[in-house]
Every structure is written in structure tokens, then in C-alpha cells.
């Protein structure tokens, strides 16, 4: 699966959000348990971080930091300022059709909370905004650029 996630991670950099969607689904269809998933939002935001990790030589990595009118499940802070910026908000739904619902919830939440103005206030003038939605292995990710 190293390859996966590799491919995963340069998605996510090249801002090719469908193929990171389907390497991420990829990568929780063949690696996660059936046990492993949750009903509980907070499970999936630390498999996310875990998996982010990767990229701590390039990003500041935020997890639940405060910003703007409450906290961000995740964020990735450029240490080059002229790169872009991610905002993660996750949600988990009650059944697979309700997954859509959920991303836009939480990109809604990203732009109602205004969480990008601490990067803002920083200079950093590309921001990418992801609402990402599981319920149980199935995952759906939403994007927003600012």
C-alpha cells in the first residue's frame, strides 16, 4: 500500500482531490478492518492526521486548532508561504447516501466558521478547502479553493 498512500499524498499536492478521494477509498477498502470504523467523528480525523504526517517538512500540521469562530478538524499551514494551504473539516454519516450532505455541511462549516483567517493573516493567498465524509470504510471529500 505504499504506493497507494504515496500517490495519495501527491494527489492531495497537486490538488487532484477526485484521484486522492479514490486512492484514499482505495487505501480503506483494502487496509482498514470492518471493526476499525466508527460512528464517532473523532476516529476518522486521527487516521487522516496519522496519514499527514508525511508531510511535516512542508506544513505546519494543526489538528483541532483554533481558528476563526471555532476549531478546525484539521489544518496544513505551508511553511513556504507562496504554497497553497488545506482546511479540513470531517464528518461522519448515518448511512453511505447521506455522505454528499455531510461534505457540504462541512465545507458550509469552513466558510461559516471562517477558518481560513489565521492563514489568511499569515499571507497565505491560496487556501484549499476539504470537507471529507465516512461512513464506516466509504469516504467522499468535498473541495473548495479560496
Request: aromatic share 10%; charged share 30%; no cysteine.
Given at each position: 500500500?505504499?504506493g497507494?498512500?504515496?500517490?495519495?499524498?501527491?494527489s492531495?499536492?497537486?490538488?487532484?482531490?477526485?484521484?486522492?478521494?479514490?486512492l484514499?477509498?482505495?487505501?480503506?477498502?483494502?487496509?482498514?478492518?470492518?471493526?476499525?470504523?466508527?460512528?464517532?467523528?473523532?476516529?476518522?480525523?486521527?487516521?487522516?492526521?496519522?496519514?499527514?504526517?508525511?508531510?511535516d517538512?512542508?506544513?505546519i500540521?494543526?489538528s483541532?486548532?483554533?481558528?476563526?469562530?471555532g476549531?478546525?478538524?484539521?489544518?496544513?499551514?505551508?511553511?513556504?508561504?507562496?504554497?497553497?494551504?488545506?482546511i479540513?473539516?470531517?464528518?461522519?454519516?448515518?448511512?453511505?447516501?447521506?455522505?454528499?450532505?455531510?461534505?457540504?455541511?462541512?465545507?458550509?462549516?469552513?466558510?461559516?466558521?471562517?477558518?481560513?483567517?489565521?492563514?489568511?493573516?499569515?499571507?497565505?493567498?491560496?487556501?484549499?478547502?476539504?470537507?471529507?465524509?465516512?461512513?464506516?470504510?466509504?469516504?467522499?471529500?468535498?473541495?473548495?479553493?479560496?
Amino acid at each position: 500500500n505504499e504506493g497507494l498512500f504515496r500517490k495519495m499524498i501527491k494527489s492531495l499536492l497537486m490538488e487532484d482531490i477526485k484521484s486522492y478521494e479514490n486512492l484514499l477509498q482505495e487505501i480503506l477498502l483494502i487496509s482498514m478492518s470492518y471493526y476499525d470504523g466508527s460512528k464517532e467523528e473523532k476516529f476518522y480525523p486521527n487516521l487522516i492526521l496519522g496519514m499527514i504526517l508525511s508531510l511535516d517538512s512542508d506544513y505546519i500540521i494543526l489538528s483541532n486548532s483554533e481558528t476563526g469562530y471555532g476549531r478546525s478538524g484539521m489544518a496544513l499551514e505551508p511553511k513556504d508561504r507562496k504554497k497553497q494551504g488545506y482546511i479540513f473539516e470531517f464528518k461522519t454519516a448515518e448511512n453511505e447516501k447521506m455522505l454528499g450532505d455531510k461534505v457540504k455541511e462541512a465545507l458550509e462549516q469552513i466558510e461559516n466558521k471562517n477558518y481560513i483567517v489565521n492563514m489568511k493573516n499569515k499571507g497565505i493567498k491560496k487556501i484549499i478547502k476539504l470537507g471529507v465524509a465516512f461512513y464506516g470504510k466509504k469516504v467522499k471529500v468535498g473541495v473548495e479553493k479560496d
